[in-house]
């Protein structure tokens, strides 16, 4: 099954360290999103990417989150500095283009002391 | 200082029974439907979707209905068994007049099933 690819999987940061999380999508799928959940929040929406074009990242905390896709098989999330709010857990998923399912990664569990 | 978790909805079930998860979408122009199911520590996993052109769906063991008259859709899962034991969250896309269409999770829906 073709799957979404997500690392780390877990990752423990100190406060004020920088954190960059990587995500492969399906080949193929021209879509690209990120989202956090938390406890508190449920999922949220941070950014998305079409054809590795930003779309819309008004979800991200603009002064420290930064998503990018330096090429269409690999998306990025980089927190910088970390604060221990930024604790969740962080999920690509990807799309094909036009109406249809997202197929989201295992995730990566961020935790910031 | 006290912390307020989000309050998911918990339906529990015996292994067996018939379930039922339902969800109210918001967006009349919504055309069509999701339902994932999140099992602890793993990403949101597609089940079933429906377009606005039906009433419903059926698949393996679960069935997708669709009532555009009052804004509701439904997952009925038979045979509940433990392994169905997850976070069940409805989504919707909210038409093609917002132009890109992002899908828009509700909540999500907790189902437990005892053995």
């Known amino acids: 099954d073709a799957r979404v690819t997500q690392t780390p999987r877990h990752k423990v940061t100190e406060m004020g360290q920088e954190v960059t999380m990587r995500c492969q999508p399906i080949?193929?799928?021209?879509?690209v999103f990120w989202y956090r959940q938390t406890m508190m929040q449920g999922l949220e929406l941070l950014a998305y990417?079409?054809?590795?074009?930003?779309?819309?990242d008004s979800g991200m905390p603009k002064d420290r989150f930064s998503a990018e896709m330096p090429d269409a098989t690999l998306a990025t999330l980089k927190i910088q500095p970390s604060e221990p709010r930024d604790s969740a857990v962080y999920f690509c998923?990807?799309?094909?283009?036009?109406?249809?399912?997202?197929?989201f990664g295992s995730g990566t569990r961020l935790t910031v002391v | 200082g006290e912390s307020v978790g989000l309050h998911l909805p918990t339906l529990s079930v015996q292994e067996g029974d018939n379930s039922i998860i339902n969800c109210a979408y918001s967006?009349?122009?919504?055309?069509?439907f999701i339902w994932y199911k999140q099992e602890s520590g793993k990403g949101p996993q597609f089940i079933i979707d429906?377009?606005?052109?039906?009433d419903k769906r059926q698949g393996q063991r679960v069935t997708v209905l669709l009532n555009k008259t009052v804004k509701h859709l439904s997952l009925q899962i038979a045979a509940t068994q433990p392994g169905d034991s997850a976070v069940y969250f409805c989504?919707?896309?909210?038409?093609?007049?917002?132009?890109?269409?992002?899908?828009?999770f509700g909540t999500g829906t907790r189902l437990l099933v005892s053995p």
């Open positions: 990417f079409r054809n590795r074009a930003p779309l819309d």
């Open positions: 967006n009349s122009a919504s055309d069509y």
């Open positions: 989504a919707e896309f909210p038409g093609r007049s917002t132009g890109f269409q992002k899908l828009v």
């Open positions: 080949l193929g799928h021209n879509t």
């Open positions: 998923a990807s799309a094909p283009a036009g109406v249809g399912g997202y197929t």
């Open positions: 429906i377009r606005s052109n039906m």
